[in-house]
């Protein structure tokens, strides 16, 4: 599901959370809403877009129309000062269902920021077993540079056999909850720290009086 950004200040920055899978509840997508409220913990606004909201056509760039999520999803994107992606692994990579919806960032080629310049991405991945949440984590990273994003210095492999969530959305292992808070944390520091910088950079150049 997705919709407005968080109740909180709007000169916050705004994180956007893509990913889970088909199945609402999926370990991936409550990953995903932990690391947001985490990110709200240090500040920011968020949004999220599950994968009943990435279910969008398959990407074709000579397929001039956008249906209206996927009008909203780029919305969203070129808004966000920061982005956290969650995928499941499939066959040791990221999901067709993440893949797509970062094709449609194509859309956004020719943006000031293209696709997904200046902002910090954090990385989650899930799988049964730890080989696959490495793989598909190694992945992941992999598009966000071809995208022209900023890792965190952190990435977040689960292995679902291990790790479950509670009802409540809390990850049974402590270590895993770690992870994501730090995550969380370092994509919204970035957001800031990017935001600020930007700022900066639009004020006119002072001169300064030579005595």
Same mark, same amino acid.
């Given at each position: 599901?997705?919709?407005?950004p ?15 899978? &088909?199945r =609402? ?5 409550? @990953? #995903? $809403?932990? !690391? ?6 240090a500040? +920011?606004?968020?949004?999220?877009f ?5 279910m ?5 760039p000579?397929?001039?129309?956008? &249906?209206g =999520? ?5 919305? @969203? #994107? $070129?808004? !966000?000062?920061?982005i956290?992606?969650?995928?499941? +692994?499939y ?5 067709g ?28 991945t ?33 292995n ?5 969530f509670?009802?409540e959305g809390e ?10 808070k730090i ?5 919204a ?12 950079a639009?004020?006119?150049d ?6």
């Amino acid at each position: 599901m997705f919709g407005e950004p968080t109740e909180k200040n709007s000169d916050a920055p705004l994180i956007v959370g893509l990913g889970g899978t &088909t199945r =609402e509840g999926s370990s991936t997508e409550l @990953a #995903l $809403r932990y !690391a947001l409220k985490e990110a709200e913990q240090a500040g +920011a606004r968020t949004m999220l877009f599950n994968g009943e909201a990435l279910m969008m056509p398959m990407y074709a760039p000579e397929v001039p129309h956008r &249906t209206g =999520e996927a009008q909203a999803f780029i919305a @969203a #994107l $070129r808004a !966000a000062d920061g982005i956290i992606i969650a995928s499941p +692994a499939y066959h040791g990579s990221i999901s067709g269902l993440v893949k797509n919806a970062l094709d449609y960032t194509e859309d956004m080629r020719n943006d000031a920021a293209a696709y997904l310049d200046g902002r910090a991405v954090g990385c989650i991945t899930c799988a049964y077993g730890p080989q696959a949440a490495g793989t598909t984590l190694v992945a992941l990273r992999s598009i966000v540079h071809a995208l022209r994003g900023w890792p965190t210095p952190l990435g977040v492999g689960i292995n679902s056999a291990t790790c479950r969530f509670s009802s409540e959305g809390e990850p049974s292992e402590t270590a895993i909850a770690d992870q994501l808070k730090i995550m969380a944390t370092q994509v919204a520091k970035g957001a800031f720290a990017m935001r600020a910088g930007l700022a900066a950079a639009r004020k006119p150049d002072r001169l300064v009086a030579v005595a």
